[in-house]
């Protein structure tokens, strides 16, 4: 794992995503990942806003892997985001 993205613990449940905060180099960037992408990757049920942050939990590593990659290809959305 690449150090230089550090994850906070913290999480924010939207109505169809979830949004996690990484930090590189001292920039805060919003990363997003969608209901659909937590279902698919932790084969899970539906999720849904009462669900998703501990699904989020269950998948968290692969999800973060998954950030940190977006963002070493710099794949930022036009606000700077992360988003999948």
Known sequence: MNQSVIFGDQLFVGADNVRFVAQQ??????????????SALCQSQVVSQHNAASLFEQCRFDLEDKAEELISQEAFTDNGDIEF
């Open 25 to 38: 180099q001292g920039v805060n960037i919003n990363c997003y990942v969608s209901f659909a992408t937590i």
